[in-house]
């Protein structure tokens, strides 16, 4: 079964350095997003990218964050400076062209700021 | 109020056993609606669509009320390999392109030998 790849599962990060995540979408797809989980709390939707643009982001998407396709399989986001409360499981998901169809979940990358 | 609220559990059941989660939703504009199961520390997966009939899955069986905003998932004859937290997720608006899933805090399930 396809499945979407992230880059690294775990990364440990002094705070205020930069951060990416890295993401590799199931081939076929056409949109992209990123969520992330803090420690105990639910799942949070922080973006979606389509067409070589962000179509949508929350409120949690701010100034800091920034997201990238550099080629036809990568897709990354960025953290500028990372704060202590950046500390969670960052989930990359894609989808195919059409409403009813699933998103899919990669397996995280596990971000530690310290 | 909550977007999505779940009983947060944990809920502690013996083999065997048929398990119910709830789940309600406050933006009646809310289009689709899941069920997904995370495991510890994993990605949620998707385990099945709500639909306005009803549907079924096996031991799975997901229902929706739109006027009552409210979901439900009933497990019968609920195995080990079930134990896992199982998310509430609504989707606002996906007709335009839109996939801005929402999710519920979980509800732990814990099946017990």
């Known amino acids: 079964e396809p499945e979407v790849t992230q880059t690294p599962s775990h990364q440990v990060t002094q705070m205020g350095q930069e951060v990416i995540l890295r993401c590799v979408p199931i081939s076929n797809h056409l949109y992209f997003y990123w969520y992330r989980q803090i420690l105990g709390q639910k799942v949070e939707f922080l973006v979606s990218f389509y067409n070589n643009e962000i179509s949508e982001k929350s409120e949690i998407f701010d100034d800091q964050f920034s997201v990238e396709r550099p080629d036809g399989s990568n897709f990354t986001l960025k953290i500028r400076s990372t704060k202590l409360e950046d500390s969670a499981m960052y989930f990359c998901?894609?989808?195919?062209?059409?409403?009813?169809?699933?998103?899919?979940f990669g397996e995280g990358s596990w971000l530690t700021v310290v | 109020r909550k977007e999505v609220e779940q009983d947060p559990g944990p809920f502690n059941v013996p083999e065997g056993a048929t398990v119910a989660f709830n789940c309600t939703y406050s933006?009646?504009?809310?289009?689709?609606f899941f069920w997904y199961r995370q495991d510890c520390r994993k990605e949620p997966k998707l385990l099945m669509s709500v639909y306005s009939s009803g549907n079924e899955d096996g031991r799975f069986t997901a229902q929706l009320n739109r006027a009552s905003q409210y979901i439900s998932l009933l497990i019968r004859d609920s195995k080990l390999s079930d134990s896992a937290t199982y998310l509430c997720v609504v989707n606002r608006n996906p007709g335009a392109g839109s996939y801005q899933l929402t999710f519920g805090k979980g509800t732990k399930l814990s099946v017990i030998p």
């Open positions: 998901a894609s989808r195919d062209r059409g409403s009813g169809n699933t998103i899919y």
């Open positions: 933006n009646s504009a809310s289009q689709s």
